[in-house]
């Protein structure tokens, strides 16, 4: 069994900043890569930054200079810094993984439930 849960989410004002987190549970599986979405009201699901086990990353245009991805690899954990906050950064959150299933080998994305970031004055 895999569980993906997201925690951190909340509300401030422009140019603050928030912490997210991500913890993929369960056992006999390993992790390709763990990432970050996000999704505002009427718009498509669009990706923040991944990390890959290799330590590459990769930032949205929209997320470079103000956004930083982290891993805690022994706790199956991924963070998201995010600094500078804007209004438009308003949306659901969702911790992505993408994950080896050593029963099969098939290789599977995990999504967590989402937590919300609200940026308003």
């Known amino acids: 069994q895999v569980k993906v849960v997201e925690s951190g989410g909340g509300t401030v004002q422009p140019g603050g900043s928030l912490r997210l987190s991500c913890v993929a549970s369960?056992?006999?599986?390993?992790?390709?890569?763990m990432g970050w979405y996000r999704q505002a009201p009427g718009m498509q699901r669009e990706l923040v930054a991944v990390?890959?086990?290799?330590?590459?990353?990769n930032y949205a245009d929209s997320a470079k200079g103000r956004f930083t991805i982290s891993r805690d690899n022994a706790k199956n954990t991924v963070y998201l810094q995010m600094n500078s906050l804007k209004p438009e950064d308003t949306a659901v959150y969702y911790c992505?993984?993408?994950?080896?299933?050593?029963?099969?080998?098939?290789?599977?994305?995990?999504w967590g439930q989402g937590t919300q970031v609200t940026v308003s004055s």
């Open positions: 992505n993984v993408l994950i080896t299933l050593y029963y099969d080998g098939s290789v599977n994305r995990y």
């Open positions: 369960g056992s006999m599986f390993s992790i390709n890569s």
């Open positions: 990390a890959s086990n290799g330590g590459s990353t």
